[in-house]
């Protein structure tokens, strides 16, 4: 077997029959190469954990916004019956002061609201007109 060494790289190269192999030497890392893979690793430390805090906060962000959608819906639904309430209320008000029948008056303001708004006017302006 016949091996020899690099003087230049300290790599070690030999041969066993016909196999020719080559071993490298790592080359051992100075005290400035291991600060700064210290301080590498710190730095990758932060970032995962600054990457954690960030999902945190999205997924706080995304169940408050969740949360209002489900508020704003709600206050539509409760706002758009308060608004039909009162405007079966008008109509109902409309109609006692007309001598027309104003439960009748107050569900066709509720149900039929822009219709029945249109219909209130024209009443109203026949009845003017008289």
Known sequence: MEAFKSQ???NFRGKIGDVVFW???Q????AETESRIKELES???ALQSEVWE??????TLRSNVSSLENNFRNFDHGFSASILFLVGSFCALWAQNTRRNPWLWFFFG???SPIS???LLT???ADQRR
């Not at 080359?27 to 100075?30: A, E, I, M, N, T």
Request: aromatic share 0%.
């Open 8 to 10: 230049q790289m300290g």
């Open 23 to 25: 071993v490298s030497e």
């Open 27 to 30: 080359p051992v890392p100075s």
């Open 43 to 45: 730095q990758v430390s």
């Open 54 to 59: 960030l999902r945190t906060e999205i997924a």
């Open 110 to 112: 509720m149900l039929l």
């Open 117 to 119: 708004l249109l219909v």
């Open 123 to 125: 009443k109203n302006s």
